[in-house]
Structure formats: C-alpha cells, structure tokens
C-alpha cells in the first residue's frame, strides 16, 4: 500500500500527459517519502569510451 500526505492543503503529484503520470524511479521514491520529489535528479551513469 502507498499513500501520500496531504501537505499545505493539497497534493503535490506529477503532471498527467496523454492520460498518465511518470515518474522515473528516484522521484517515485521521493515522493513516497516525503521529500520533495520534484527537485530529485537521477545520476547520469558514464561508461569510459576506452579502457585501458
């Protein structure tokens, strides 16, 4: 079960297009705990173009 809190008398969530919400995993978690959800980045992974 999840649930959110009802913060300064309303809901933060993501906007809806073409009829879905999204999230990428990061700002899922965040939302689910509290935090703000909307300033959470997810790091970019570099692979090394050569390995030496």
């Not at 978690?29 to 790091?43: I, K, T």
């Amino acid at each position: 079960m999840a649930y959110k809190r009802l913060e300064e008398s309303a809901f933060t969530w993501p906007a809806i297009k073409n009829g879905a919400m999204t999230l990428n995993r990061a700002r899922f978690e965040a939302l689910f705990a509290g935090l703000e959800w909307r300033r959470v980045r997810s790091l970019e992974e570099r692979r090394p173009a050569v390995a030496e």
